[in-house]
């Protein structure tokens, strides 16, 4: 049995005395870290002694933090932050309506059925009170009855067999008109397409769920079908890297992601590989996530395998028609981000201001005061960003806003970083030094958004969509092989481009296949924001409702 370890008791005047005995062969930068230690103990150590401390409040405390909002940074940290500065805003600008419950006009994709009154038409007496006559009133009432349903239903149809019991001759039944030969329709590969690569539900999941429903569905048949409707879908995907390659404004980055063929693989030589003059060997297998934005339309692609984000926007670009304005391009300050391209095309460079704000983020526990500093005034350039939203702003009144109220704020932050060093107030190597650093030395590409109409704070668009991808490796962990990760690349490049662009992924994904003919001759009328248009003259029958 170990014997057990003494106690002794101190307070901790007596460790902060100690602390200050020692400083001096302890080093500043030492010294800072265990005096942050100490005040953190005993903060802590007051909210234990306080009965109406929470159990929430201390995991805030202790945890880190799931947002990186700057008000829930600094209270982990123990600091309040400062009340939110902001221009007024114009006399006419009103607050938004709303009680916060979805309205009738929430439910796009419900199915919508007129009911007539029982017993009154227009132009009928009124019953009530026998003089007056009613009239349609612009607005019906509403009732909304939501119901559950599997995602994939199934109906046996059993066609009547009738045999001569002569000849032997037998007589089937007519299935009813649109039930073929074709065992999975057209929905079925859209929705099992919609909760794999939109949702992140492997197949093995919708195999057990549909199970226990009663409707076999093995996961080897998913995949076969939406293998089989990936080559269907293709000319729209290609369409969409065309257009893509035509945007204003570029957004890309990486994540991490796995294909087992090729983990198990030797290295591969990539052609051009950033770094090389030529080619070089790499190990490293991404998601590339590439967010291409122009008036009226938004497009997400996604890429993966050994190239980086920078090389698959490279030969997104490479369609691009000529002519054209330099587009811009925001993302972190990473070189494999940057496409390399050639003279007669270039492209105005922005960084990410949420990068670099999440550097500072990082190190809130060391150096608080300093943090919250800088994150404030992030916080303010963002507050000013949110209401040029909200008003609605045009490119170039945006960028007149941002210089009006953004440019101040910028420049004290840029002379607040520059004294740290100058005034030897905060050590290079540092935490907090490393931040400042990374800022000072991107700040030109960080304050693009300053100088350019329509450059964006920081590229969160595609750090959004990158999700999709993120999605899949948390609930599948990996692709098998490189033609699975083409498929789900260009499955989730479709189901995100039409939630970009506010349009029904599943219904999209429905009628291109039911298209498939007129989708080949013609993809750029089959665009998530133009095939509405285009199905009236492809033939289809409207549903009555």
């Not at 046996?156 to 073929?180: D, K, T």
């Not at 879908?233 to 990486?254: H, K, S, T, V, Y």
């Not at 920078?310 to 997104?316: D, H």
């Not at 500072?360 to 608080?368: A, G, L, R, S, Y």
Request: hydrophobic share 35%.
């Amino acid at each position: 049995m170990k014997p057990g370890r003494e106690v002794i008791e101190v307070n901790l005047e007596e460790l902060e005395a100690l602390l200050e005995r020692k400083r001096e062969a302890l080093g500043e930068e030492d010294y800072q870290k265990l005096k942050n230690g100490l005040w953190a103990l005993r903060y802590l150590s007051d909210l234990i002694g306080d009965q109406d401390t929470t159990i929430s409040q201390l995991r805030a405390l202790l945890v880190k933090p799931s947002t990186e909002k700057t008000s829930k940074v600094l209270e982990q940290a123990g600091l309040e932050a400062s009340p939110k500065r902001s221009p007024p805003l114009p006399a006419n600008a009103k607050p938004k309506p709303g009680h916060g419950r979805n309205g009738a006009e929430a439910y796009r994709g419900a199915r919508r059925i007129k009911i007539a009154h029982a017993s009154l038409k227009p132009g009928d007496h009124c019953p009530e009170c026998l003089k007056g006559k009613v009239y349609v009133q612009k607005d019906p009432a509403l009732r909304i009855r939501v119901v559950g349903q599997a995602p994939l239903a199934a109906t046996v149809y059993e066609l009547e067999s009738l045999r001569c019991n002569l000849c032997g001759e037998v007589f089937e039944a007519e299935a009813p008109e649109g039930v073929g030969e074709k065992k999975y329709d057209e929905s079925a590969a859209a929705m099992i397409g919609l909760l794999r690569y939109g949702s992140g539900v492997p197949f093995y999941r919708l195999a057990g769920l549909e199970e226990n429903l009663g409707i076999p569905l093995p996961a080897s048949t998913q995949w076969e079908i939406v293998q089989e409707v990936a080559e269907v879908l293709r000319p729209a995907f290609d369409e969409l890297i065309r257009q893509a390659a035509q945007g204003e404004l570029f957004c890309n980055d990486d994540t991490n992601m796995k294909i087992l063929a090729l983990a198990r693989a030797s290295p591969q030589r990539v052609e051009g590989a950033e770094g090389s003059s030529g080619s070089r060997d790499r190990t490293g297998l991404f998601t590339s996530g590439i967010v291409s934005t122009r008036p009226g339309q938004r497009i997400a692609l996604f890429f993966t395998g050994r190239r980086h984000a920078g090389e698959n926007l490279a030969r997104v670009l490479a369609h691009r028609a000529t002519g054209l304005p330099a587009p811009l391009q925001v993302c972190d300050a990473l070189s494999r981000n940057v496409p390399k391209l050639p003279e007669k095309l270039q492209i105005i460079l922005g960084n990410c201001n949420a990068h670099a704000r999440r550097h500072f983020v990082d190190v809130v526990p060391n150096f608080p005061e300093e943090c919250r500093y800088v994150l404030e005034r992030f916080a303010e350039v963002y507050g000013y960003d949110a209401q040029a939203k909200e008003l609605r702003l045009s490119p170039e009144e945006r960028l007149r806003f941002h210089q009006q109220h953004s440019g101040p704020v910028m420049d004290q932050l840029h002379v607040w970083l520059r004294a740290q060093f100058d005034e030897k107030k905060v050590e290079p190597n540092s935490g907090l030094g490393t931040a400042i650093t990374y800022v000072l030395r991107h700040w030109e590409r960080l304050t693009l958004f300053l100088r350019q109409a329509g450059a964006p704070l920081d590229s969160n668009l595609v750090e959004r969509a990158l999700k999709k991808a993120i999605l899949h490796r948390k609930n599948s962990l990996f692709y098998k092989t490189e033609n699975g990760a083409e498929v789900g690349d260009l499955f989730m490049s479709l189901i995100h481009t039409c939630e970009l662009n506010d349009a029904n992924p599943f219904d999209y994904l429905t009628e291109l296949q039911k298209h498939a003919t007129e989708l080949a001759e013609n993809p750029a009328a089959w665009m998530p924001w133009n095939y509405r248009q285009t199905l009236p003259q492809a033939g289809r029958r409207e549903n009555p409702a």
